[in-house]
C-alpha cells in the first residue's frame, strides 16, 4: 500500500461542475502539499497546509489530521483548470518539510 | 523576482555521457531540493542541500549521481555515464526556511539515447 494514495485517478468534467479531488496517507506528516502540473510543463504548488482550510481563488484545500485525509476542490471549473493534481506530504520529525512523498496524481479533464 | 530556474529545459545525451542539470533557487531561498519523475511513474525525492551542504541525500541512487549547492552559483545535479533508465524529468524545488513553501521550477527533461 503506497504511503499517499489519490482518488480518482481520472476525473472528467464540463466546465462550471464542482470538482472533489481526495488524498489519504498514512504517516504522520509535518505539511501537506497540493501542486498542479499541466502536461510536459513545471510544477505548481497550490497549497501547503498542516491543518484546517484554506482557500486562494476557486481553489479550497482541507485537511483532517485526525482521519489522515484532505480534499482538493475546484469551484466553477474551467477547462485550463486542465491539469494533473499532485498530493504530497512531509513526514513529520524530518529535517525538511521538503522531503516529500507524493500521491500517483489525478488527471483533471475539464471540458467547455 | 524571479522564479525557480532551470536549465536546460530539454537535454539529450548518449549513454556513457554525463548530464548536468542546474538549478538557481528563488532570490533569497538557501534550501534546495531535487526530485525525479520517471516516464508514467510518480515523483520521488532525491537529495536536499542548503548552501555548500547536503543535508539529505536518501533518494539518490548510489552509484552515478551527485549533487553540490556552492557558495556561489546554481545547484547542480550531476549523473555520470547515463543510461537508458536516467531519462526523466528532473525538478527542483527551493524555500526560504526549513518549513517555508516551496516554489518549483520548470524541470529539465533528460532523454538518454
Known amino acids: 500500500k503506497n504511503e499517499v494514495e489519490q482518488s480518482p485517478q481520472n476525473l472528467t468534467a464540463q466546465e462550471g461542475e464542482f470538482i472533489t479531488i481526495n488524498c489519504s496517507y498514512s504517516?504522520?506528516?509535518?505539511?501537506l502539499h497540493w501542486l498542479q502540473q499541466h502536461p510536459g510543463g513545471g510544477i505548481v504548488s497550490l497549497f501547503m497546509?498542516?491543518?484546517g482550510k484554506k482557500k486562494h481563488g476557486r481553489l479550497i484545500a482541507t485537511i483532517n489530521i485526525q482521519e489522515k485525509h484532505s480534499s482538493l476542490h475546484i469551484t466553477a471549473s474551467h477547462p485550463r483548470d486542465s491539469a494533473v493534481y499532485i498530493c504530497a506530504v512531509g513526514n513529520a520529525g524530518g529535517t525538511s518539510y521538503g522531503k516529500l512523498t507524493f500521491g500517483q496524481g489525478t488527471i483533471l479533464t475539464v471540458h467547455p | 523576482n524571479a522564479g525557480v530556474m532551470q536549465n536546460p529545459r530539454h537535454l539529450v545525451r548518449r549513454r556513457g555521457q554525463e548530464a548536468r542539470l542546474r538549478c538557481s533557487p528563488m532570490k533569497g531561498h538557501s534550501h534546495v531540493y531535487w526530485y525525479r519523475q520517471l516516464p508514467e511513474e510518480g515523483l520521488k525525492f532525491m537529495v536536499y542541500?542548503?548552501?555548500?551542504?547536503?543535508?539529505?541525500e536518501s533518494g539518490m541512487p548510489k552509484e552515478r549521481f551527485s549533487a553540490e549547492f556552492p557558495k556561489e552559483g546554481p545547484s547542480i545535479l550531476r549523473i555520470q555515464q547515463v543510461v537508458r533508465g536516467d531519462s526523466a524529468a528532473y525538478f527542483c524545488?527551493?524555500?526560504?526556511?526549513?518549513?517555508?513553501?516551496?516554489?518549483f521550477g520548470n524541470g529539465t527533461r533528460l532523454t538518454v539515447t
Open positions: 524545488a527551493s524555500s526560504r526556511s526549513l518549513n517555508s513553501p516551496l516554489h
Open positions: 542541500l542548503q548552501k555548500e551542504n547536503i543535508i539529505d
Open positions: 504517516v504522520g506528516i509535518s505539511a
Open positions: 497546509l498542516s491543518s
